[in-house]
């Protein structure tokens, strides 16, 4: 009895299989696997969520559009909560027993670190969110990345500063990671744009105040323009302390700041800020002509329609990571990783969200200084300088 | 010169007196149970966020500040209920890790019912800086240090005054005398954390207009109101109020005349030299113990 079963049952499933190959075909022979670990809780977290939003809606749309090469996508996420230390295994699952084609993730620069040598050794295209730029510097064979890095980001500042005639700035820093690695370029590349710094100030982790450090900054001999590099609360913080000190010199803050919470929480101190930020924060504000507004607007309408809430610049770095492997594979043909990997230092002219990016076997990242818009706060919205 | 001393000053005074109230919302919780309640943080979040919370809703400003005390107050008790009460004969090692565990729990709530993102709460009255000697405070500032004296008066009142605060004052120096005179000393413990909480709350509104408020924002007012209440001598409220001072100030002071990045160093080596010479807190005494 319980052996005729399994023999009807073996029978039956090996008709489905028959059935199924028939009329599959080599069409649909599988699923291209995108694998992903992020940030999705923890302090990272409002850099993995819209991440990891992001590459869902649009997977679902692009599967919903008949996919890629006639193959669905399938992802593959888990959340590592920002560690290194469970990125890791997470990454050796996705390689060894997931066997996905291409890894998009990474949402801190800790995490992405982590998993180099793995992704290395395994020999498969990894596209990191990750925000510094020793991610890709030096090349690495088969990592990217898609975020601007600060060192960006202090360039277009400078250029913008020197442009206005300032050469003696006062910068305060907060004390994470973006902080430091923002203020080691702020001292690192002031030589070279003909920068002094008269004072270098920093504050800790949740600092409630700043007025102390402004205030010497204020009093620093020469000071032309203060410069902030931080992130999250602080930037409206050091905004509101500006403008009750009453400092009149130029505010300069960096694409950390680039949120409309950072205007909306600075009491009305974030009037006449300056900063770069990336074309998808401030899209309303860019010209009709502007070559990113097709892309980020269509993104941002996407985005706020789905998740329902306002788009952050991070969601967008995984746009731009996923939509330049689809394009990658497509080019490619298939999902051999040593194509994609081709395909991918191939990428030019893409928009994306975040910037045009024009990769190479030297540039893994293929962002300049162009993909930053310098912008100010005024009446309470971002306002495109130029 | 002497403006920017002031302005130093101004600074560190309004930390100081946020430092003060969490603080204070430690040292009466380890006066009833010789718990350090490790969940204070989140009650100074729990005070901002559901302020912005019923803002949030269209309720006018003091319902929602009302509002927000009462809810943070009733957490309160329900850490106290649900967390320390079932564990109370445990060692006070294992209650102030249950308080831990709680802190954690009211944190990732707080990210699940709200959002991650800062907020702000408008100031009580106004955003526009009161020059007083070429240095400039934030009316916020005041209401801050108001407050804080109204608190400490209120309290001072409360332990010596009422027969509620003093049986709480009892249970802190002898719980078994205490229950032995009649006194309930469980519902001491569970109003213990019901007044750290609202002082806790009251912090977080108070300082959200002046540090924006998101659901970590008490990790680190947290951790100084604690050093507050240990540099004072710990279940010592003077001496809480005093420490937060001391600490706030001499942040604002080494910010501004030494270097910022020594702010944190020089307060926690002030804390470091008090208790080595008074290892009871500043406020702590000399007690001896009878063998």
Redesign the interface.
Known sequence: MNSLFKQAGLTALGAIMVAGFATGGAQAEGTIKIGSFLAVTG?A??LG?PEKKTLEMYVDKINADGGVLGKKLELVVYDSGGSPKKAVPFAKRLINDDKVDIILAGSTTGATMAVIPIVQKAGIPFISFGGAGVIINPVKKWVFKTPHTDTLAVQKIYTDMKGRGISKIGLLSGSGGFDKSCRKNVQKLAAGAGMTLVAD?????????M???I??IK?APGVQAMMYCGF??AT??VA?NF????LTIPHYQTHGSASK?FI??A??GAEGVRLPAAALVVVDALPATHPQKKVASAYKKMYEAKAG?EISSFGGHAYDGLMIAVEAIKRAGSTDKAAVLAEIEKTKNFVGVDGIYTMSPTDHLGLDEASFVMVQVKDGDWKMLK | MFAELLQFLFSGVTVGAIYALVGLGFAIIYNASHVINFAQGEFVMLGGMATVFFIGLGMPMPAAIFLAITVTVIVGFGVEKLAVEPARNAPIVTLIIITIGASIFLRGAAQVIWDRNFHSVPAFTGEQPIIIGGASILPQSLWILGSTVVIVITLHLFFNRTMTGKAIVATSHNPLAAQLMGINTRVVLLMSFGLSALLGSIAGILIAPISLTYTGVGIMLGLKGFCAAVLGGLGKPMGAIAGGLIVGISEAMTAGYLSSAYKDAVAFMIILAVLFFMPKGLFGGRETERV
């Not at chain 1, 403008?243 to 009453?246: D, E, N, R, S, T």
């Open positions: 302090g977290s409002f969520d100030e920093t504050h800790g982790k949740g600092d409630t105040d007025t102390a450090q205030t010497k009093n999250g609360a409206s913080i509101k403008k009750q000190l009453g919470s909306k929480n009491g009305g809430s």
